[in-house]
Every structure is written in structure tokens, then in C-alpha cells.
């Protein structure tokens, strides 16, 4: 897991409040993908992003997510006024190109925690 | 999307011992990855197997593409081996399994 890097590792959130969490893919990648691990439910794909496009958001619900993947700079998964029910671990994965037929490298994850 | 099944859910094994982990996948597909989450939350990846075998240390898997099955072979476990084991299949969006947990006990 060292090529992708994620931050925070946690994060602690109230209620209402924003969350950005950060995703640096490996050298030489430039395909990310952020999955989110619900408590009881496993983890799911969210979104498929290239640098300035969103590829693929069919996993994303519909309102309060966004995410993004500049030209230059991290991946960030935005989630505006947060609920209990994001709380959550979210990673993020990098591939050096499109298509499935490569391995995504991981995260750490960062811990979503919403009081 | 693909559907991925994992069986067994639960195994409690003791240390030394061999097992076999499986994977059912709905439909044909270009990417297959072996993980380990750790008690820390980590996902380690252990394989990308679309096809084919492959081993690395006491781990082994094979993936047999045409009936839509990978296993995962674990060889004399050790008790860091505990942990959650997911299969994941699919091409750029991955479906990931419900996981097997395992439990080495010394």
C-alpha cells in the first residue's frame, strides 16, 4: 500500500460539517477509483475519475458527494453536510491506465467518523 | 454488475494448518484481486489473477476464467494470516465479496 497515499487517516466530523478526504495515486498513475466500506454492507465502488474528468459516478449517491481529480494535485472526495450514515471507511485505489485488465493499488483508507 | 460470492464466511483455523478459500464470480471478467484487510483496517494486496495461477510465499491462487472461480490457497498458517479475505472482480469498477474472515489460533 505504499504507492497510494491517502490523508487523513482519520478523520472526525460533527454533523453538518464538510469532509474532504485526500487521495495522492502512485507515481505514474493517473486513474483513480474511491470505493467506501459501510459497516455491514462491504465495500462498494463510488467513482472512476482521470485527471480533469470524471469517468464513471454511478456509485456515488446522488446528493452532498462529489469528487474531483485535478491536473495538478491529490484526488478529493468531498461530502458536505455530513449524516451519521457516512461514517465510514473510504479508500481510494490508482491504475496507470484505463481498463480493467491491470491491478488497482490501494489506500490505507481514511476513517470517516461523524459525532 | 458482477456478482461475487465468497465462501466459507467464517474459518477458524489452527496454526500450521492448510485452507482454501473460493470466489464465484457472475460473469466473464478482466480484473480479479485477492485482498487481505488487516485488524487495522489495511487492504493488502495479495494477487491480481484474472487467469491463471500464481504464488507467493505460502499463498497461492487460481483462477479458472471459464466457470467464473478463484481460489486462494493458504499454506501453514501463522496467526498474523487472521484477518478479512475479499475476492473483487470486475474490470475498472470492481465488485468486491462479502469476504472470509479467518481466525489462526496458536
Known amino acids: 500500500n505504499a504507492g497510494v497515499m491517502q490523508n487523513p487517516r482519520h478523520l472526525v466530523r460533527r454533523r453538518g460539517q464538510e469532509a474532504r478526504l485526500r487521495c495522492s495515486p502512485m507515481?505514474?498513475?493517473?486513474?483513480v477509483y474511491w470505493y467506501r466500506q459501510l459497516p455491514e454492507e462491504g465495500l462498494k465502488f463510488m467513482v472512476y475519475l482521470q485527471k480533469e474528468n470524471i469517468i464513471d459516478e454511478s456509485g456515488m449517491p446522488k446528493e452532498r458527494f462529489s469528487a474531483e481529480f485535478p491536473k495538478e494535485g491529490p484526488s478529493i472526495l468531498r461530502i458536505q453536510q455530513v449524516v451519521r450514515g457516512d461514517s465510514a471507511a473510504y479508500f481510494c485505489?490508482?491504475?496507470?491506465?484505463?481498463?480493467?485488465?491491470?491491478?488497482?493499488?490501494f489506500g490505507d483508507g481514511t476513517r470517516l467518523s461523524i459525532l | 454488475g458482477i456478482q461475487v460470492e465468497q465462501s466459507p464466511p467464517d474459518l477458524i483455523l489452527q496454526e500450521g494448518a492448510n485452507s482454501t478459500l473460493r470466489c464465484n464470480f457472475s460473469d466473464s471478467v478482466n480484473n480479479l484481486q485477492w485482498f487481505h484487510q488487516n485488524p487495522w483496517g489495511q487492504l493488502i494486496n495479495l494477487f491480481y489473477?484474472?487467469?491463471g495461477t500464481k504464488q507467493n510465499g505460502r499463498l497461492s491462487a487460481t483462477t479458472v476464467a471459464t466457470e467464473r472461480y478463484s481460489l486462494l490457497y493458504i499454506s501453514s498458517s501463522q496467526t498474523t494470516d487472521s484477518g478479512v479475505y475479499f475476492c473483487?472482480?470486475?474490470?475498472?469498477?470492481?465488485?468486491f465479496g462479502a469476504g472470509t474472515t479467518v481466525t489462526v489460533r496458536a
Open positions: 485505489a490508482s491504475s496507470p491506465r484505463t481498463g480493467g485488465d491491470q491491478p488497482q493499488h
Open positions: 507515481k505514474g498513475h493517473s486513474h
Open positions: 489473477i484474472p487467469s
Open positions: 473483487a472482480a470486475g474490470d475498472y469498477k470492481l465488485s
